[in-house]
């Protein structure tokens, strides 16, 4: 363990999470092993991630063919798969959860994406999902719709812990915040075991701002400018990323949290999602290392 780098991250605070679930991950040892000697610290899931491995694989096809024997629909048989995983998985975590306090050992499993713009629909979900997982180690996964954020005050305020998700922006990042903030204010519970993470993305914005910074290189012929340009590539994913976090720090030093933290609060986290790069011209582990 002391030769892996994901283990020595942990020495700069860093909590690795990874961005996948699928049966055999959970059957053959493998997510086992990641927890016990990989540094991995954490899991998040998402429809897509599901899809994936029910449909490129063997390993649902008897549970399916049962549960629509029985007359389940689509969606519930989608639903039951998707619980035992995440179950699963959970309990592999919870060693973790209750070693660290309830700092790390998450698992998070996603509304669903037609309920994005749907507040009442999400909070709903986001109880139905919590009620059926039953497990203190997961996190509900919000997007951070304007839609999407009064749903986040509102279960974090009935003691659902919420991984927001699809943050590109630092305004965007500051109202999720707050919607964590005011959801912990209209708690008349324990603050001690409600946990929040903000997903904020960073290779999709440079995926983005490179293409545009492209598309103004070949509009100039004037090599100064066009050299200015390409130094700018791959640049404003990890700078929006810092200014992001600088504004986590002064959210979590307020007086104002101070309070909740009085009463065993914990800061949400910020979470460094996408950072798989998308450009084959940069290095894999390009936003890791930063």
């Known amino acids: 363990m002391t030769d892996n ?20 991950l959970i059957t053959s040892g493998e997510l086992k092993g990641l927890i016990e000697t990989g540094g991995v610290r954490g899991l998040t899931s998402n429809p897509a991630i599901f899809e994936k491995a029910i449909v490129g694989s063997s ?4 549970e399916i063919r049962r549960l629509a024997e029985g007359g389940s629909t689509v969606s519930d048989i989608y639903e039951e798969l998707v619980i035992k995983d995440i179950q699963d998985a959970a309990d ?7 070693s660290s306090g309830g700092g790390d050992g998450y698992v998070s499993l996603e509304v669903s994406p037609y ?3 749907d507040t009442e629909g999400t909070i709903a979900e986001a109880r139905h999902l919590w009620e059926r997982v039953a497990r ?15 749903a986040i005050t509102q279960v974090i305020s009935e003691g659902i812990s919420v991984n927001v998700t699809l943050l590109f922006s630092q305004d965007a990042y500051a109202t999720v915040a707050e ?3 005011q959801g912990l204010e209209r708690c008349a519970g324990p603050l001690d075991r409600i946990a929040s993470v903000a997903s904020f993305f960073l290779s999709r914005i440079d995926s983005s701002v490179d293409a545009l910074l492209e598309t103004k290189i070949q509009q100039t012929s004037d090599p100064d400018q066009q050299a200015l340009l390409k130094s700018l590539e791959g640049q404003t994913a990890i700078a929006n990323a810092k200014l992001a976090y600088e504004r986590f720090k002064e959210i979590f030093a307020s007086e104002r949290f101070k309070a909740l933290e ?18 084959p011209d940069y290095r894999d582990v390009r936003y890791v290392e930063e």
């Open 136 to 150: 203190p180690n997961l996190m509900i996964k919000i997007p951070g719709t304007p839609e999407g954020l009064p």
């Open 5 to 24: 780098p994901l283990v020595h991250l942990q020495d700069f605070g860093q909590s690795v999470w990874i961005d996948d679930l699928r049966r055999d």
């Open 179 to 181: 919607a964590y903030i």
């Open 115 to 117: 309920l994005a713009k």
């Open 262 to 279: 009085a009463r065993g609060a914990s800061a949400q986290r910020l979470l460094w999602a996408s950072t798989g790069t998308k450009n």
């Open 59 to 62: 390993n649902y096809d008897q």
């Open 92 to 98: 592999l975590f919870r060693p973790l959860y209750e």
